[in-house]
């Protein structure tokens, strides 16, 4: 039983959207071909590790930055990162590129991918990284479907690999992992684009958010910042008050972030489900539809990747708009073998939406579609009726669901990310001078990821850190752990090393007394 609202990812290399042990399977190549790019393989790297010698194993020990550092220099420069999936026969399935799979070098470049990968293979192993320079590609492999990142950035590896993890889950809520076993167990050359067209956006979208969003890398939620009132008000009348089967969460979003969820007494939702949640609803293709009321069909990988259950998204508009037609089949989705479940679509004409309007959302794992969207229907009346739907377009109108760093007065702040261990919670002030640009975005969220990597030895190293400081020539970020937070935050370069222990300790005061209104610390359970 799970008492807490969400889920802890104790684990965050274990791959939880298969039941069973992951086994690869070899594919037909031409065996001299094979025979002669593994030998290259074996003398390259025999070469270089003799070149090496004794290389420094403390890369990322916890000891300060200095100017010097070859991290430092690398990270000046941040061109898009590359994402790639392939099938295990070596058939593209997305390119991040620009032209994607469709470019004219990208059929040998996915070759040579799955050739490196099938070499590994074959000697009972797994290739995870490539480090060429200033660009490190790396591997993650979930089959019948391997994934690859190419980045310049000089993140750590745990990074990308993450990113990588989140599109196989964006994948899996799209196919589910029971039907991506059954189709490539029955065709190995599948085609997998049949299955994903016009689903590309989503993937598109995740990438984008994954980009910025540290709440993903610490797999946590970062909620809306609201006053502790409203978001009980909110939360009471979510709250069924008569038995609906099925229903497994219900969510209050507004621009892009959680205000409220409720959900059923003995069970927790995974972050991870809740970002795909939120990836699905505001990518382009549901964000920008004519329709403001929908049914979708989504597979949550974490809570059950072998199907799907099924999500009523409406979006809360200011003005009332008349249903202009509905659209039903009766497909099932207790059907396994389906390809794409279909369910009761209800259009309604209306303006486009922004990222800013209240979205409500209804995951039910049965086929009460109707009394599912009666509740809703009768809830979102209940919102507008006692005032709660205005307050909260006021709160976003106004700016009070965001705040500065400024607010807090601290000298020498720049930025910082607060997690609630126990909430598994973030929050975060927004980016301004001289985080408001896209390059010093890339650059303070890099530094952040180095914090956590090293903080809690994700990519390797001996042991995990309770401290870490870096100084670069634009800043100084200094991570922090302890059993109820963690804390990560960039001053000024200039600053000493006892500034920046007393800056984090002045954030943990602020967000201390500040706690009800950032995050969501109580949620009602039926």
Excluded at 47 to 71: E, I, L, V
Excluded at 140 to 168: A, K, M
Excluded at 429 to 437: A, R, V
Excluded at 508 to 522: A, G, I, Q, T
Aim: net charge neutral; charged share 25%.
């Amino acid at each position: 039983m799970h008492e807490g609202i969400l889920l802890q990812d104790t684990d965050p290399e274990k791959d939880l959207t298969d039941g069973g042990e992951t086994i690869i399977t070899r594919t037909d190549e031409d065996d001299g071909s094979k025979k002669r790019l593994r030998d290259h393989l074996r003398k390259t790297l025999s070469h270089r590790q003799s070149k090496s010698g004794r290389a420094t194993t403390g890369r990322r020990c916890g000891f300060p930055c200095t100017r010097d550092h070859a991290w430092c220099r690398y990270a000046t420069r941040y061109p898009p990162r590359e994402y790639f999936v392939l099938t295990e026969a070596g058939k593209p399935v997305f390119v991040s590129r620009p032209g994607g799979e469709d470019s004219d070098n990208m059929t040998s470049v996915i070759g040579i991918m799955q050739a490196l990968i099938s070499v590994f293979i074959d000697d009972g192993d797994r290739i995870r990284c490539i480090n060429a320079g200033r660009t490190h590609i790396n591997f993650l492999l979930r089959p019948p479907l391997y994934y690859v990142c190419s980045s310049s950035w000089g993140e750590p590896e745990s990074v990308t690999r993450s990113h990588l993890d989140y599109l196989h889950l964006q994948i899996i809520s799209i196919v589910t992992a029971g039907q991506l076993r059954r189709i490539f167990e029955r065709r190995t050359n599948f085609d997998l684009r049949r299955l994903l067209n016009g689903a590309e956006s989503f993937l598109v979208s995740l990438l984008d958010r994954i980009e910025y969003d540290f709440a993903m890398t610490t797999s946590s939620l970062h909620c809306l910042m609201v006053e502790g009132g409203l978001r009980k008000r909110a939360a009471d009348v979510l709250l069924p008050t008569t038995k609906i089967k099925d229903i497994l969460y219900i969510l209050l979003i507004a621009n892009g972030r959680v205000i409220t969820l409720i959900r059923p007494r003995k069970h927790s939702i995974h972050p991870a489900d809740i970002h795909i949640i939120l990836n699905t609803i505001h990518s382009p293709s549901i964000l920008h539809s004519p329709a403001p009321t929908s049914w979708i069909p989504v597979c949550l990988p974490k809570y059950n990747p072998n199907n799907f259950v099924n999500a009523y998204i409406s979006f809360l508009r200011t003005k009332d708009t008349d249903t202009t037609s509905e659209h039903s089949t009766t497909s099932s989705n207790n059907n396994e073998d389906a390809i794409t479940p279909t369910i009761p679509f209800q259009s309604v004409r209306a303006e486009e939406h922004g990222d800013s309007d209240a979205v409500l959302v209804c995951i039910s794992g049965g086929g009460e579609f109707d009394s599912v969207r009666e509740w809703c229907d009768t809830a979102t009346k209940k919102l507008e009726s006692d005032g709660i739907l205005s307050d909260i377009r006021k709160a976003l109108h106004s700016g009070q669901t965001e705040y500065s760093v400024a607010t807090l007065g601290i000298p020498g702040l720049r930025h910082f990310v607060y997690k609630s261990r126990g909430l598994v919670q973030i929050t975060a002030p927004t980016f301004e001078d001289p985080y408001d640009s896209v390059q010093a975005k890339r650059r303070i969220i890099t530094l952040y990821q180095t914090l956590h990597d090293g903080i809690h030895a994700r990519s390797g190293q001996t042991g995990t850190l309770k401290l870490q400081y870096i100084r670069t020539e634009t800043e100084s970020v200094m991570g922090w752990i302890t059993q109820p937070f963690e804390l990560y935050i960039a001053l000024s370069p200039l600053l000493p090393k006892t500034a920046a222990v007393g800056a984090a300790n002045a954030v943990v005061r602020w967000v201390k007394k500040e706690e009800s209104s950032l995050f969501l610390k109580d949620s009602p359970t039926f």
